[in-house]
């Protein structure tokens, strides 16, 4: 594939439901960032992967959120008992390089990200 | 942490005309600052980024500057057309972090026939 994957393109949930949202990166990217885009607001971040290590999970705004990466290349971004207030568009990027090495500071590459609603 | 402005929230010109949209930043030690274009629904697209070692950067009709002693930065847009309409977000990135973005609040840029 040539880009960031993500699955489902939309989600509705009732409030209390549980979700989970994929993310397949460009194949041989180390960095995997998750964010979220509330409308009409710039991407805020949420976690990061380096390989299959989550090495920054400081945006995660609760402990509903959990993400994973265990084989260090599809994501999977999980939200518990879904409240109205994470209605957002839920975007995944990739990037090259891991946060310290020679190839830092290369280009996140974005998914289309997943429209997330919670009746 | 890093907290990055973006202005103008909206801003319209005449196809042909050129677009400027400003950004500051309040970390001294970011030192990436890529700029993204997305159109309604669509993900985010890297159109131009430039590193705290370069001042200025072009690519075609797109060129960004970088001020690091007044921690600001621009994004040039010349002979403007009506598929540069979209909304455009500027972002930092801080070492010794992950290397998350933190992105400004988005421009809303209308190219008018």
């Known amino acids: 594939g ?28 180390v960095s995997l960032f998750w964010y979220q885009q509330a409308l009409g607001q710039g991407p805020e971040f949420l976690t990061y ?38 209605s957002a568009v839920y975007l995944c ?19 289309d990200g997943t429209r997330l609603s919670i009746l | 942490g890093e907290n990055v402005e973006q202005h103008p929230s909206t801003l319209s010109v005449q196809e042909g005309d050129s677009a400027v949209i400003k950004c500051t930043y309040s970390d001294s030690a970011s030192n ?19 590193r705290s070692n370069v001042g200025e950067k072009k690519d075609q009709r797109i060129a960004v500057t970088l001020n690091k002693t007044a921690k600001h930065f621009s994004l040039h847009i010349t002979e403007t057309q009506p598929e540069d309409s979209a909304v455009y977000f500027c972002a930092a990135s801080t070492p010794g972090s992950a290397r998350q973005l933190t992105f400004g609040s988005g421009t809303q840029l209308t190219v008018l026939p």
């Not at chain 1, 009732?14 to 990217?29: E, T, W």
């Not at chain 1, 999970?57 to 993400?67: E, I, Q, V, W, Y």
């Open chain 1, 2 to 29: 040539a880009g960031v994957s993500q699955s489902p393109r939309y989600k509705v949930a009732k409030r209390g439901q549980d979700v989970a949202l994929r993310c397949d990166p460009i194949s041989g990217h």
């Open chain 1, 49 to 86: 992967f380096q390989n299959e290590a989550q090495l920054d999970k400081s945006g995660l705004p609760s402990d509903r959120f959990f993400a994973e990466r265990p084989e260090g290349s599809v994501s999977t971004l999980k939200i518990q008992r879904t409240q109205q207030e994470d």
């Open chain 1, 93 to 111: 990027a990739s990037s090259l390089g891991g946060h310290r090495d020679s190839y830092s500071n290369q280009p996140q590459h974005f998914g």
């Open chain 2, 32 to 50: 990436y600052f890529p700029w993204y274009k997305q159109e309604l629904g669509k993900r985010p697209q890297l159109i131009i980024d430039i």
